[in-house]
């Protein structure tokens, strides 16, 4: 692997927007030239840290053959990590290792003023009937929450964070999502979190409270 942001191997280019990321910054990630023979073999970027074992990966993606920008979401932790190549899916290896981006995660500082957004999630009714369609729609979500899977889902009122029902994931552009209000009566809430794997009081953003109420 090599330092910087660009970096070529077998006429494929595998290129960084930065060289140094903040915790959770998105990361752009654009593949050049990829062979249509690799794509066939299911060849794959993925985010490492430095000099870490091949199969020791964590997130990924597939790129097309030709041009494809990738986004990824930067560690929480700062350091030393790498974007690598591979020719095929499923085999991490020497052989298949095609290259490497070196790049940082720098300490987190601390924002003048803290970021403000103007979120709402809305639901179509305040009171539904057992497994009614509900409409869910999410309103001004950050682009990099995206990239984090930011995801809503269905809790009864007042559970703990991991006790989560159905869910759904915004998309950009379509942030209208449909789920099914719970099969039982009773008081239950839609819950935002910034950050999919992570159910905490850091990444829990916002809820919205209804009712299943079936024969009333």
Avoid: C
Wanted: aromatic share 18%; proline share 6%.
């Amino acid at each position: 692997s090599t330092v910087g942001r660009i970096v070529t191997q077998r006429g494929i280019t595998l290129e960084l927007d930065k060289e140094t990321y903040a915790p959770g910054e998105t990361i752009l990630a654009i593949v050049h030239n990829l062979p249509q023979s690799m794509q066939n073999a299911g060849a794959f970027v993925a985010m490492y840290e430095k000099d870490a074992p091949h199969d020791a990966y964590w997130q990924y993606q597939y790129p097309q053959a030709g041009y494809d920008e990738l986004y990824f979401t930067a560690p929480h932790e700062p350091g030393e990590f790498e974007m690598r190549l591979y020719s095929r899916s499923g085999m991490y290896t020497d052989e298949t290792f095609v290259l490497g981006v070196v790049f940082a995660v720098a300490e987190e500082s601390a924002p003048d003023e803290p970021v403000q957004y103007d979120l709402r999630v809305t639901l179509d009714r305040d009171v539904y009937k057992s497994e009614d369609l509900m409409e869910v729609t999410v309103w001004n979500l950050p682009e990099e929450w995206y990239y984090e899977w930011a995801f809503v889902a269905i809790y009864e009122r007042g559970a703990e964070h991991r006790a989560y029902g159905q869910y759904a994931y915004p998309q950009p552009y379509y942030d209208l999502l449909y789920l099914y209000a719970p099969f039982f009566d009773g008081e239950y809430e839609l819950r935002l979190y910034r950050r999919d794997g992570e159910y905490t009081d850091e990444t829990f953003v916002l809820s919205v409270p209804f009712i299943v109420n079936t024969y009333s």
